[in-house]
């Protein structure tokens, strides 16, 4: 590999000396006068200093390259708190709704209930003095016996009075 790399160096080195003909002088008188050349040309020339928009982007100052990332940034998390705000409005609007429309309907089924009692108490108080489910037996069992401690005693009481 070494005398591969060794042999297309000097073939390179051969080409190049074959298309540079030319051969600069060597004395001193040569170079004072491309130095004095060089000298006024750079004299003539006005140095201008570049706008930063002049520039191409891979050699703007770090400063635009990070307030440029920042402001996509800041785009996305704007647009991402703007989704959530209207997620958030959303649900508490259909909340807000919910309970409204469940407001609505307890009213309705109260002012019902009203006005069957009002057309006939004597059905609906006995409706209501007889209702009783089975966890209210227990509750009732449970109410008169105040010595009750721990939940043997309890479990004592419940199977004896079934």
């Known amino acids: 590999m070494k005398s591969t790399s060794r042999m297309k160096e000097n073939i390179l080195a051969k080409k190049l000396k074959k298309e540079d003909p030319i051969e600069l002088p060597m004395d001193e008188k040569f170079f004072e006068n491309l130095h004095d050349?060089?000298?006024?040309?750079?004299?003539k020339t006005e140095v201008k200093p570049l706008s930063r928009w002049a520039k191409t982007w891979v050699f703007l100052e770090t400063n635009t390259v990070r307030s440029r990332a920042m402001s996509k940034k800041i785009v996305k998390t704007s647009f991402v708190g703007l989704v959530l705000a209207t997620g958030f409005a959303f649900f508490a609007l259909s909340a807000k709704m919910y309970s409204d429309v469940y407001v609505a309907q307890n009213q309705g089924n109260q002012t019902k209930?009203?006005?069957?009692?009002?057309?006939s108490p004597m059905e609906w108080?006995?409706?209501v003095v007889s209702y009783q489910n089975e966890n209210d037996f227990y509750a009732d069992i449970l109410s008169q016996k105040n010595d009750l401690g721990t939940i043997v005693e309890i479990d004592r009481v419940l199977t004896g009075s079934l």
């Open 113 to 119: 209930i009203v006005n069957e009692a009002t057309k």
């Open 37 to 43: 050349q060089i000298m006024k040309a750079v004299e």
């Open 125 to 127: 108080s006995e409706l």
